[in-house]
């Protein structure tokens, strides 16, 4: 079983960065295309941004694009997310996830897609 682990949400002001980590432990983490999804209170979970194997290929969603910043360390086993210029609207659940059996340098956006989550880390921007 594959278990996923966030760590580094805090409660932060606006305009401020974050690094948001996740560390992977069993399976095969360069094999693992990775997502950053959030929830925030009363609203559904969306996409936030994603990595392919190797880290050839980023995607990010508009409302976080030129400001959150992806990467992955396959030696470490982690999934980082850098948070920059924090807004109000960034406050939610962070969600790290894990999808196995893709090809080198397809991205997935969808929560339907992933096949493992980590338990979440609470991000508060205050304004």
């Known amino acids: 079983q594959v278990h996923l682990v966030e760590s580094g949400g805090e409660l932060v002001q606006a305009g401020d960065s974050l690094r948001l980590s996740c560390a992977v432990s069993?399976?095969?983490?360069?094999?693992?295309?990775m997502g950053w999804f959030r929830q925030a209170a009363g609203k559904e979970r969306e996409f936030v941004a994603a990595?392919?194997?190797?880290?050839?290929?980023?995607g990010y969603a508009d409302s976080v694009k030129g400001r959150f910043g992806i990467s992955r360390d396959d030696v470490q086993n982690t999934v980082y997310l850098q948070m920059n210029s924090l807004k109000p609207e960034d406050t939610a659940v962070y969600y790290c996830?894990?999808?196995?059996?893709?090809?080198?340098?397809?991205?997935?956006?969808?929560?339907?897609?992933?096949?493992?989550w980590g338990q979440g880390t609470q991000v508060t921007v205050s304004s």
């Open positions: 996830a894990a999808k196995t059996g893709s090809f080198f340098y397809t991205l997935y956006t969808h929560l339907v897609d992933y096949d493992y």
């Open positions: 990595i392919s194997r190797l880290g050839v290929r980023t």
């Open positions: 069993e399976g095969t983490f360069n094999n693992y295309v």
